[in-house]
């Protein structure tokens, strides 16, 4: 058989492994080229080869300075400055979108939209709006704002590098820039004027008890003198009641303890307060013999308001009497210094990269490895009624958790999760703000210059950034995106060999006989559709690593220089807006915003024609054929 004939069935299997989504695209990219390599297709010694590509290289300095502006708090005080936009959904949107667009440029646009999610959460809750109409745009504008430079995606590095290895000279930092600009604010003007009106408005879902309904769910048990919980933890509790019931407090002698924090033994007395359905209600008491401390809660409340909530040690019995109302409101005011400290809700959306992803809260022993209660969960939208330890988690699914206050941001931070909560904006020091941003100039200087090469230069950069402390060498290595590096590092040979193969020259060579007739251009558009619409099922760097050798291969065929194809590969791979799944963008957004997999259409095709239509006469303007 054939190696090109290899290639491609080898290709093929790892396309449908991406677009069937059942395990990450990662082990399906480092899959195919093992496979690449048993079949001889690669050579053995050359297999691991691109974990030292300079694009991958780059991408990893890249997620590193991204971090570290974060840390040193230059995107709180852009972040800032977003929040007193005002009440006017076209400003706020305007103000979002375009500091998204301009922010992805200059960092990964991933943790751009990271970043500013929850400042869209807070804006879309202080204004009472859905933040189904912030959170699209906002995620379309991060893809937006990564063509415009060298560094703002994945694809755009690639297509650099591949450059050098066919003319020897890469792509410079700003050479995508004309074209990259011009897309991102044509795409920009069509999302604040049109495109927002096209996104399905997903009301009520701003706020938490709207997403999670807990107000319907709190209620507060008894552990009476013959409850088989008498004398258990709470652990053991759960053991027994082989369910993972999340316990928000144990009140005791009118001391209220965080229930992630309660490892001491059950009594008498004790009023635990959980979140529990009819069937959770009945299990406990069945099981546990506990009983109904207080009637379950009827107003409506919000999280924190949940959190902070006052518990009574003694039922409350229905009474009109004025006697009895006033020594209740006596009770209740006295009992107005409980300590609520450590009952924090927070929100948090899970990672496509996430260690959470396709596992169990027993399989992820959240409570003893994390210190975290898993309280609910919210998929497209609405929150799942199944029983918690059931739930497999997926990315884009919206956690309610709690856990104590100083431990949250480690905890969701290890297992690949976004917090969703209001950003108490911490500005970083100045100092450390100032040298972040000089660290950063020196090295694009550098590279402007043609003083160092961009992997190079962005390197030093992020190293120098941890040395004199910018951020911290664990949360160095925690940005940098492993299962991004795995898949590019994996595909740049399985790439290579769709080259060496002749399987680029072979699919060139079908396109060129179907529209050989045709000026060049119309291939040029062929080529920009085809790549775009293999972006939105698989990795958009996966993309750009299959796609390019074919671009040149088509290039050739036409006598005609390669730079044009090679940018309508760059700009068309980063444009994955039909999809959940073809960006990490797209995906993050997908739960905050109660989307479903068929709304990203909607405002993403008519984006794409706006796209197609801006970025062809752009690119044959700047890089003629």
Known sequence: MADHTLVFIVLGLTLAAFVWGRFRYDLVALTALLGAVMLGLV???????????????????????????????????????????????????????????????FMN??????????????????????????????AFG??????????????????????????GEAFGLFSFSPVGVAVALAGLAFILLIGWRLVPQRAGKASTEAMFDTANYLVELKVGEDSKANGLTL???????????????????DQRRAGHAFFGVLREGDILLLEAGPDEM???EDKAGLSLGAEPEEDKVSADETASRESDAEPVQENPGK?????KKEKKEKKQGVDTEGLELIEAVVR???????????????????????????????????????????????????GGESELSESLATLGCLPLASRNLALGQPRMLLVSLGIFAAAILAILLGVLPAAVALSSAALISLLVGVLPLRDGYQAIDGPVIVLLAAMIPVGQALETSGGAALIAEVMLVWGGQWPAVVTLVGLFVITMMLSDVINNAAAAVLMAPIAVSLANGFDASIDPFLMVVAVSASCAFLTPIGHQSNTLVMGPGGYRFGDYWRMGLPLEMVVLVVAIPMILMVWPL
């Open 323 to 327: 006697k009895h109302n006033k020594e």
């Open 43 to 105: 050579p053995g010694e050359e297999a691991f080869l691109g974990f030292g590509h300079p694009a991958v290289i780059t991408v990893a300095a890249v997620l590193v300075l991204s971090r570290g502006f974060e840390r040193s708090g230059v995107v709180d005080v852009i972040a800032e400055q977003v929040l007193k936009v005002g009440n006017r959904l076209f400003l706020q949107l305007a103000a979002l979108t375009g500091t998204v667009v301009v922010l992805s440029g």
């Open 352 to 402: 496509t990269d996430s260690i959470m992803v396709n596992r169990t809260v027993s399989q992820l022993r959240l409570h003893n490895q994390f210190g975290l209660h898993l309280v609910a969960v919210a998929r497209d939208g609405g929150r799942l009624k199944q029983r918690l330890r059931d739930i497999r988690f997926r990315a884009g699914d919206v956690l309610l958790l709690q």
């Open 235 to 253: 652990r053991e509790l759960q053991q027994e009641l082989e369910e993972t019931i999340p316990v928000l407090a144990v009140v005791r002698d």
């Open 142 to 167: 991060s893809l937006l704002g990564g063509l415009t430079t060298l560094i703002g995606t994945p694809p755009n590095i690639i297509i650099a590098i591949y450059r050098r290895s066919v003319t």
């Open 109 to 138: 646009n991933v943790g751009a939209l990271a970043l500013l999610l929850p400042v869209a959460m807070r804006l879309a809750r202080e204004h009472d709006i859905s933040p189904s109409l912030l959170l699209m745009p906002l």
């Open 282 to 284: 009945k299990l406990l």
